[in-house]
T-cell receptor, first 114, second 111 residues
Framework: GAVVSQHPSWVICKSGTSVKIECRSL??????MFWYRQFPKQSLMLMAT?????????EQGVEKDKFLINHASLTLSTLTVTSAHPEDSSFYIC??????????FGSGTRLTVV | EDKVVQSPLSLVVHEGDTVTLNCSYE??????LLWYKQEKKAPTFLFML????IEKKSGRLSSILDKKELFSILNITATQTGDSAVYLC???????????FGKGTLLTVNP
């Protein structure tokens, strides 16, 4: 079935540095990738939608200059958290429209900014 | 604006109990209702409900959709500690539409 590989699964970085998270669709082409953020004990909140070959669409309140999204090819979408701060510590997860069951999720990235 | 409301937000039960989780929605272009289970990492798919009144079952889990009243329920019978998780619902509007999740129900099953 459709698989989305997300890396890294966890990362610790220093405040002020940037972190890149990758999501690859392994056996299908993902023209669209949804990026979610989840804080502890909260639900998944959509941050942005990336589309191959065009600019990402950001949800209200999400800073596009801070969360850079690139959809370089039909199998790769990346999220870069720039100048990360402790409040950016969260669980980030990508999701692509799949086949039979609506959506395929990556395994998530737990980001801790110290 | 799309709206998804889940209740209860949290629930603590003992092994063997039966639980009912609720999901109501108000969206345009509704096609189906998705249920997911989330433990430590990514949500895992449980059910996709498209037709009203037809129960879907998977082991001890079952779910049904009411498209007239705009809600769905997820039942878990004979709960086990492994059922402890956050259960999420989201309306499915089509393959390239975003999923808007409810806040989820945190289920804790104690031995």
């Amino acid at each position: 079935g459709a698989v989305v590989s997300q890396h890294p699964s966890w990362v610790i970085c220093k405040s002020g540095t940037s972190v890149k998270i990758e999501c690859r669709s392994l056996d299908f082409q993902a023209t669209t990738m949804f990026w979610y953020r989840q804080f502890p004990k909260q639900s998944l909140m959509l941050m942005a939608t990336s589309n191959e070959g065009s600019k990402a669409t950001y949800e209200q309140g999400v800073e596009k200059d801070k969360f850079l999204i690139n959809h370089a090819s039909l199998t790769l979408s990346t999220l870069t958290v720039t100048s990360a701060h402790p409040e950016d510590s969260s669980f980030y997860i990508c999701s692509a429209p799949g086949t039979n069951y609506g959506y395929t999720f990556g395994s998530g990235t737990r980001l801790t900014v110290v | 604006e799309d709206k998804v409301v889940q209740s209860p937000l949290s629930l603590v039960v003992h092994e063997g109990d039966t639980v009912t989780l609720n999901c109501s929605y108000e969206v345009t272009n509704f096609r189906s209702l998705l249920w997911y289970k989330q433990e430590k990492k990514a949500p895992t798919f449980l059910f996709m409900l498209t037709s009203s009144g037809i129960e879907k079952k998977s082991g001890r889990l079952s779910s049904i959709l009411d498209k007239k009243e705009l809600f769905s329920i997820l039942n878990i019978t004979a709960t086990q500690t492994g059922d402890s998780a956050v259960y999420l619902c989201a309306p499915y509007l089509g393959s390239n539409y975003k999923l808007t999740f409810g806040k989820g129900t945190l289920l804790t099953v104690n031995p």
